[in-house]
């Protein structure tokens, strides 16, 4: 999945972005609106994660649900 793809879904993504990180409120799910520069910085303000360190945390998400994808092709 990429981020078109992620903005394209971000309604049927909002439930399992919330699950993962529990800290988020639904105002910051609504402003991230799938864009990665938003989440990254929320990651960054709830978690008190150093860019680098939000960034991983989120491609590791990324990256896990496309092999979640891949496994049901």
Known sequence: MNWDQIEG???DLK???REK????TDDDV???A???DRFVGKLQERY????DRAE?????????MNKDKSKLS
Not at 21 to 24: E, I, R, S
Not at 48 to 51: D, E, M, P, T, V
């Open 9 to 11: 879904q971000w309604k």
């Open 15 to 17: 439930g399992t972005v």
């Open 21 to 24: 990180w529990a800290k988020f």
């Open 30 to 32: 609504e402003l991230i």
């Open 34 to 36: 799938g864009k990665k």
């Open 48 to 51: 008190g994660l150093a860019k």
């Open 56 to 64: 991983l945390e989120l491609d590791d998400y990324i990256n896990g």
